[in-house]
């Protein structure tokens, strides 16, 4: 499996970015993906969810302002990031999980917190938002 991310960049306050994902290897039918960051003194946070039927999941810190979305064709995921704020500022992962026995789909964002150390994510794209 890989994933490689981009589309990270330094912007302003109020400003949008759109990050994607390029995976590889990976089984839709096993696995779920999502977005996380990780800043510098802070703890990963797990931002957004996508499953199998296009349901999607978002943490309360980024709902209405983050878009998760995917194009299975082209093996694709996006994260559209609008009215950024310096708090954004983080590294930001794509993650493929796998999907846990009788999970819900309500649950996916706890299923990837939990799961995460035995997934898989990418290196990262590195996202700064200046006040």
């Known amino acids: 499996v890989q994933l490689v991310e981009s589309g990270g960049d330094s912007v302003q306050a109020g400003g949008s970015l759109r990050l994607s994902c390029a995976a590889s290897?990976?089984?839709?039918?096993?696995?779920?993906m999502g977005w996380f960051r990780q800043a510098p003194g802070k703890e990963r946070e797990v931002l957004a969810t996508i499953v199998r039927d296009g349901t999607s999941s978002y943490a309360d810190s980024v709902k209405g302002r983050f878009t998760i979305s995917r194009d299975t064709a082209k093996n694709m995921l996006y994260l559209q990031m609008n009215s950024l704020k310096p708090d954004d500022t983080a590294m930001y992962h794509c993650?493929?999980?796998?999907?846990?026995?009788?999970?819900?789909?309500?649950?996916?964002?706890?299923?990837?917190?939990?799961?995460?150390?035995?997934?898989?994510w990418g290196r990262g794209t590195q996202v700064t938002v200046s006040s």
């Open positions: 993650a493929a999980v796998r999907y846990s026995y009788g999970m819900m789909v309500s649950q996916a964002l706890g299923v990837m917190r939990a799961t995460l150390d035995s997934g898989y």
């Open positions: 290897g990976l089984s839709y039918n096993n696995y779920f």
